[in-house]
């Protein structure tokens, strides 16, 4: 029989709550959150929508360790309003950058643990705004020495400013159930119409949203499996391979975003992006486990830069 | 919205030292449960924030048949409910009761 430490390790980290994500992450009983939900900082504007409460607002910041190294945590709970950007919850994810930012004495990691559609639209302008104030604290954290991860794998993905988000971080991590982008499938198809984007084609939505496209363009850095134990290892990998954020870094960053747009322009479907990756065989990518992914992957050169 | 409260003298106080745990997220037909070590002896109160109006009897009795078959004395039970069915409100409650009773 499998002990619980065993079990834990393989939880599906996409069927997880935020909170079960942390424990399955972070060393055992490393774990100290900071206003938890008995403070009962909740939104004050759901209640005029006739909408219900989190006592978190669906967003847990606080510090631990991962692997003995001293971290600061922030996880978005993708269920609630579909992940959220918002007064109280933006509030926290800034706060807790730039005490990263500011603070030396304080983890010089943040772990981000997104799972958000993007701002929640019944407290929008305080989300908008979240959203930028977040995107610049971490840009200011990174030049201060921070470094950044991000950690894709939830049910609503990082879309909108969660999207924005991971453009910002220093290291990205998906699994093939994270999707990435700005806007959803559905928005996409509303204003180019269907022949852009197809939202009922799910096989097309994954493929082009989908972790394992992300990692094969270069926007994620690392693919895991979809499990806590996939995410640990990975998350751990990651944090010193967070490269140092000055203007040798942006300009290449800028180069490579205009070489990946040119290169990739014309390609009307995920299998096109492939083939001009180099793959053979495209169509064997989808039922690819991670293992052999993560190998494949590897070995591509416009997969793995020095840019971010 | 809608808010219950509830009040009971329930059999015993509950096992176990653990502060404060939290059960459940609130999405669609689903609710969170804090449960918070607070009240004095084997006082238990109940405050349910619910945006479904007119189930109050059927809130009443879950929390009735929960206090009977558990002992949550001395804990401060605070509910945000997402439209969660009478057995899923249930289930948390007693997930909770159990986390707070597991150290």
């Not at chain 1, 929640?120 to 705004?129: S, Y």
């Not at chain 1, 492939?274 to 690819?288: C, K, N, T, Y």
Request: proline content about 3%; charged content about 25%; aromatic content about 6%.
């Amino acid at each position: 029989m499998m002990d619980e430490t065993a079990i834990r390790d393989h939880t599906s980290w996409y069927q997880a709550t935020a909170r079960q994500r942390l424990a399955g992450l972070l060393d055992p009983n490393s774990f100290i959150e900071f206003i938890g939900p008995s403070e009962r900082v909740e939104s004050p504007h759901l209640h005029i929508f006739d909408l219900p409460r989190a006592f978190d607002d669906g967003v847990i910041i606080g510090r631990g360790a991962l692997g003995g190294a001293p971290v600061l945590v922030a996880a978005q709970e993708g269920q609630f309003m579909g992940g959220t950007f918002a007064e109280v919850s933006g509030a926290k994810l800034v706060g807790l950058v730039r005490a990263a930012r500011d603070h030396k004495d304080l983890p010089q990691t943040v772990l981000l643990l997104l799972d958000s559609g993007g701002v929640r639209l019944q407290e929008a302008n305080a989300g908008e705004l979240a959203v930028a104030e977040f995107m610049r604290a971490i840009a200011q954290a990174r030049s201060a020495g921070v470094a950044v991860i991000a950690l894709v794998g939830g049910k609503s993905g990082a879309f909108g400013g969660a999207g924005l988000t991971v453009g910002v971080c220093s290291r990205v991590v998906v699994s093939e159930q994270g999707r990435i982008g700005v806007s959803g499938p559905e928005v996409i198809e509303t204003n180019k119409g269907v022949e852009e984007y197809d939202s009922r084609d799910k096989a097309l939505v994954w493929s082009v949203c989908g972790g394992k496209n992300r990692r094969l363009i270069g926007m994620a850095d690392a693919f895991t499996e979809d499990s806590m134990v996939g995410f640990r290892e990975a998350a751990k990998a990651q944090i010193s391979l967070s490269a140092p954020f000055n203007l040798a870094t942006l300009q290449a960053e800028q180069q490579r975003l205009k070489q990946r747009q040119e290169k990739f322009a014309a390609c009307d479907d995920a299998n096109a992006m492939w083939r001009i990756l180099g793959i053979q065989s495209p169509e064997a990518v989808a039922d690819m486990d991670a293992a052999a992914f993560i190998l494949l992957a590897n070995g591509i050169k416009d997969s793995n830069h020095d840019a971010r | 919205m809608l808010t219950l409260k509830f009040a009971y003298t329930a059999k015993r106080r509950a096992a176990g030292t653990k502060a404060e745990a939290l059960i459940g997220v609130v999405a669609s037909g689903n609710l969170e449960v804090l449960l918070e070590r607070m009240l004095p002896g084997a006082s238990c109160e109940v405050e349910i924030a619910t945006p479904v109006k007119g189930f109050d009897a059927t809130w009443k009795a879950v929390v009735d048949e929960f206090v009977e078959r558990s002992a949550p004395g001395g804990l401060r039970i605070s509910i945000n409910d997402g439209g969660a069915r009478p057995d899923t409100v249930f289930l948390r409650l007693m997930q909770g009761c159990a986390t707070m009773e597991s150290e």
